[in-house]
T-cell receptor, first 116, second 112 residues
């Protein structure tokens, strides 16, 4: 299957700083990328959908000014957690797909963010 | 809104035991149903899927049947192996969308 690489795998940052997480599709062009957040013992919650070259669509309750998503190319999407706080500590996962319809989404390995 | 409820773990089995992980869903339309698996240190991988009622998805010895009458998509395997140890997620998507709604995940540990 196709490979999606997420970087970094884990990051620790201080409160008030910003952290950028990258999601790359290594062997295919991803029209659409998705960002999920997973709390301990909870399901993955969709945060936003990003389409290459356009603004991301955020799910209800997700602060777009706090979680900045950029999908500048067909192989790269970034999630920036701005002015991070301890409650932003979580596991963030991206997925990428080739196009519309019933197509498979390929997932990155996730990023563990800890804000201290 | 749409939701997925799956059996909470962790589940611990001996090698060659029979596995069932229950999954039920709530959806407004006719969703596609998925099982994803996450091996330690890796991203989620699609294990199997079914797109309409009575479809059976199967892969690597795992099976799940789309039961519309009971809104269920239980995952089964007749004889598990140590290498099946992972976290399993049930998920759905509506109307051909790639947006997935996930269950909480069930951690499976298979002992030799």
């Amino acid at each position: 299957g196709a490979v999606v690489s997420q970087h970094p795998s884990w990051v620790i940052c201080k409160s008030g700083t910003s952290v950028k997480i990258e999601c790359r599709s290594l062997d295919f062009q991803a029209t659409t990328m998705f960002w999920y957040r997973q709390f301990p013992k909870q399901s993955l919650m969709l945060m936003a959908t990003s389409n290459e070259g356009s603004k991301a669509t955020y799910e209800q309750g997700v602060e777009k000014d706090k979680f900045l998503i950029n999908h500048a190319s067909l192989t790269l999407s970034t999630l920036t957690v701005t002015s991070a706080h301890p409650e932003d500590s979580s596991f963030y996962i991206c997925s990428a797909s080739i196009g519309l319809g019933d197509t498979e989404a390929f997932f990155g390995q996730g990023t563990r963010l800890t804000v201290v | 809104g749409d939701s997925v409820t799956q059996m909470e773990g962790p589940v611990t089995l001996s090698e060659e035991a029979f596995l069932t992980i229950n999954c039920t869903y709530t959806a407004t339309g006719y969703p596609s149903l998925f099982w994803y698996v996450q091996y330690p240190g890796e991203g989620l991988q699609l294990l199997l899927k079914a797109t309409k009622a009575d479809d059976k998805g199967s892969n690597k010895g795992f099976e799940a049947t789309y039961r519309k009458e009971t809104t269920s998509f239980h995952l089964e395997k007749g004889s598990v192996q140590v290498s099946d140890s992972a976290v399993y997620f049930c998920a759905l998507s509506e109307g051909g969308s790639e947006k997935l709604v996930f269950g909480k995940g069930t951690k499976l540990t298979v002992n030799p």
